[in-house]
């Protein structure tokens, strides 16, 4: 029988559809404190999880994508972990991406659905996303990896996992 943990890894999908239902901030807490235990290069734990739970500031993130890129970068997604480290340091998008990806695990492991979300280093270079970025308690400077929306899959939405190419692992 295969390991719990590895079927769940394999059976993690990203979800661009979500419903109105929003995931508890206890479920999202659980979720970051798994990011939080991703390792850290040197253990310096250098990286920030930033847990957006609140409406507010998720509709302006929502409104800041809109504004800007022309598309609703949160697909409706109630929650969003931003994950940030500093600009400069050179293990910044390691340490963010071990996080990012413990907690797309974790968050399958919980059944809640999760999607990468890319855009934010960029729309908070803008005057409305840097105010955003100052509010939401982000320091300055720290630039954001990833972030990882939470939520539970629109009804009908089909969520299957990808096929990976033939040759990924080489045996050497
Ligand atoms: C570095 C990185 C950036 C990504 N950025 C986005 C994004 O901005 N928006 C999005 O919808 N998906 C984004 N994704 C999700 C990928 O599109 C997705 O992982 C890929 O299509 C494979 O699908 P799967 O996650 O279901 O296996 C990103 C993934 C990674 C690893």
Redesign the pocket.
């Known amino acids: 029988m295969e390991n719990r943990v590895i079927k769940t890894i394999k059976e993690?999908?990203?979800c661009?559809t979500y419903s109105d239902k929003k995931v508890s901030l206890k479920k999202a807490l659980e979720i970051a404190e798994a990011g939080k235990f991703a390792p850290s290069g040197k253990n310096r734990q250098i990286a920030n999880i930033f847990v957006v739970n609140s409406k507010k500031y998720v509709e302006r993130l929502r409104k800041l994508s809109v504004e800007q890129l022309n598309r609703d970068?949160m697909?409706g997604a109630k929650t969003i972990l931003i994950v940030t480290g500093p600009r400069e340091d050179a293990f910044t998008f390691q340490d963010c991406?071990c996080i990012l990806e413990n907690m797309f695990v974790a968050a399958s492991a919980l059944k809640i659905a999760t999607?990468?979300?890319?855009?934010f280093d960029e729309l908070f270079q803008s005057k409305d996303g840097l105010k955003i970025k100052k509010q939401l308690g982000i320091p300055e400077d720290h630039r954001v990896v990833?972030s990882c929306i939470l939520g539970y899959p629109k009804e009908g939405t089909v969520?299957a996992?990808?096929e990976r190419k033939a040759d990924f692992i080489k045996i050497i």
């Open positions: 993690r999908v990203s661009r970068c697909y991406s999607c990468w979300i890319n855009q990833g969520l996992v990808k």
